[in-house]
């Protein structure tokens, strides 16, 4: 544990024995500064491993449970029941309930037959962006560098430029198998790059190349099913930000371009399949191999529940074209490779990486010795206990997924659960990151299903869109005032108001976090970030110092 939180222990480390309160600790420059807190709420901040060790042992901790919070959270649940004890007692449900039976032929059509309402959604739309705007350029400001970064955009600079897929020798130079974060991952952080060279932009564009691709993909959906496409569109522009660590995004590594292209895919396989297959494969191998293992879990139960021995055939044509694209490229411009020595060289390099487990000790008995360690509570349970509800979601209300699209609730299912217990049984290290390969694919689900009305329950209903508000990042408080109102919501006879009386609180909800950044700071990010090393040419070794220390 103090290593998990404080690092490595160093070779000459004397662990310190204050006498009294007057010792004081040496500060270290080379260590960066941890605040940690106790039980009781008591604060400290930390210099150096000493101090950090010292503090460790008395049982502080970055993200400490204390006192206050359990205070905070037993004191929001008294109002809350007091609150619902009220409601019942006033009869303000009923008073509530017959207002919303008025309500009941109100949805996102014929709202807009009305003509002073006809620019509500314009505006709110044009309010959410501007904020959603404000969050990721902030964001985008004050994340710190990371190596990975650097490596996906010069090698898919590199890429689009003169398809030499090449970040530099340190990571193995052209098509290098430790390049994995593929040409699609970083499409609108290139973009900005080269008319811009400043690494700020280029980390917003990239954000918005994602969000592009979700609503391009998310418009086919809405089509293939025919249903309004613009409930989708103000939920998928939320989406991406309530990823946990969403901020690979601005990275430009290659878990959300690969996820989110994969997941759409899989929605749009029943209508557009040839071009469904393409994009799947174009997911593994022009994005992030790790998406491999769902697509494959994916496609075999899906032709094994179908019984579609026959498709597997003429599939194989079309999955297999990305991969002989670029293993052409591999080819044509690989100077230290052959085709069959890159194929041996990425699978050994599968089998023995840190985080795959499958040549070390791995396991969630190994938590401990894992990053999850060090998430908070709130993160264990979006990452942990959600996929399992939406699990059992996507089984319960799988009569209507299939409906629409054509028995692929099942295949879905086991996709997720394949990703999901690979990082949480097998995997040692546990990153975060990692956990996207599920975490998106059941953001997009939710997002459908609440869209295009494709709940059959009550029950069902409250899950999903409690699931929903469960991942939003700055207010965990909103959790508390989205709850009640979907509780006073639920009263309604109609279903279908209450999926629309429901997708409306929990949409202003979202806004309402990612406004909070906006109100709370004093100054707006500052856009200027251009290193000077960098300008002329990206991929090089004074690049590379200079990103590393800028």
């Given amino acids: 544990m103090i290593e998990s939180i404080c690092g490595l222990q160093p070779n000459d480390f004397v662990k310190a024995a204050p006498s009294d309160s007057s010792y004081i600790f040496t500060n270290d420059p080379s260590f960066i500064p941890l605040n940690l807190y106790d039980f009781f709420g008591r604060a400290a901040t930390v210099n150096s491993y000493e101090e950090c060790f010292y503090y460790v042992e008395l049982g502080f901790e970055p993200d400490k449970l204390n006192i206050f919070d359990i205070s905070i959270y037993l004191i929001l649940s008294a109002i809350s029941i007091f609150g619902i004890y009220l409601i019942k007692k006033n009869r303000v449900l009923d008073k509530v309930k017959n207002t919303l039976l008025k309500l ?115 418009y086919l959906v809405a089509k293939h099913i025919e249903r309004d496409y613009l409930p989708t569109l103000f939920l998928s522009n939320l989406i991406l930000v309530l990823v946990p660590w969403w901020q690979g995004s601005l990275y430009m590594i290659g878990e959300f371009a690969s996820v989110i292209l994969f997941t759409n895919s899989i929605f749009l396989l029943n209508k557009y399949r040839n071009l469904s297959l393409i994009l799947i494969s174009t997911s593994v191998f022009f994005g992030k191999f790790l998406t491999l293992l769902p ?17 597997i055939l003429k599939d194989s044509l079309f999955l297999s074209l990305p991969l002989i694209f670029w293993l052409s490229l591999v080819y044509f411009k690989a100077v230290d490779y052959t085709v069959v020595q890159y194929l041996f060289d990425l699978f050994e390099l599968v089998i023995g990486h840190q985080s795959s487990g499958l040549d070390v000790g791995g396991g969630f008995g190994n938590i401990v010795s894992s990053e999850a360690f060090s998430w908070n509570y709130f993160e264990l349970f979006r990452i942990g206990i959600i996929p399992i509800i939406v699990g059992f979601l996507i089984i319960l209300n799988r009569k209507q997924i299939d409906s629409h699209f054509s028995s692929i609730s099942i295949p879905l299912f086991l996709s997720i659960s394949s990703i999901y217990l690979w990082f949480w049984l097998i995997s040692p290290t546990k990153w975060m990151r990692y956990s996207q390969h599920f975490t998106i694919m059941i953001l997009i689900y939710l997002t459908y299903v609440l869209s295009f009305r494709l709940i059959n329950s009550n029950y069902y209903l409250f899950l999903t869109v409690g699931s929903l508000g469960l991942f939003l990042d700055n207010n965990k408080y909103l959790i508390y005032f989205l709850a009640i109102l979907l509780i006073v919501c639920f009263v309604s006879k109609k279903q279908f108001n209450k999926i629309f009386l429901s997708y409306m609180i929990l ?43 800028k």
């Fill in 295 to 311: 697509v494959t879990v994916f496609y075999l139960s899906w032709i094994i529940i179908n019984k579609a021995y026959k498709r």
């Fill in 104 to 218: 009941k032929k109100y949805n996102f059509n014929n709202l807009m037959k009305k003509k002073y309402l006809k620019s509500i959604p314009i505006m709110y739309f044009v309010i959410l962006n501007y904020f959603l705007f404000d969050y990721v350029r902030t964001k985008a400001v004050r994340i710190p560098r990371f190596i990975d970064e650097y490596v996906s955009l010069a090698s898919n600079y590199n890429f689009f430029r003169t398809a030499d897929f090449n970040a530099g020798e340190f990571i193995g130079g052209s098509y290098s198998i430790f390049l994995t974060s593929g040409p699609i991952s970083a499409i609108g952080g290139v973009l900005a790059w080269n008319f811009t060279s400043n690494i700020y932009i280029a980390r917003i564009s990239n954000f918005y190349w994602l969000l592009f691709m979700q609503l391009l993909l998310s």
């Fill in 507 to 549: 949409i202003v909800t979202l806004t309402i976090d990612i406004s909070i950044p906006y109100f709370e700071k004093n100054s707006f990010g500052n856009l200027d970030y251009i290193i000077e090393d960098c300008r002329d040419k990206i991929v090089s070794e004074e690049c590379l110092q200079a990103y590393e220390n």
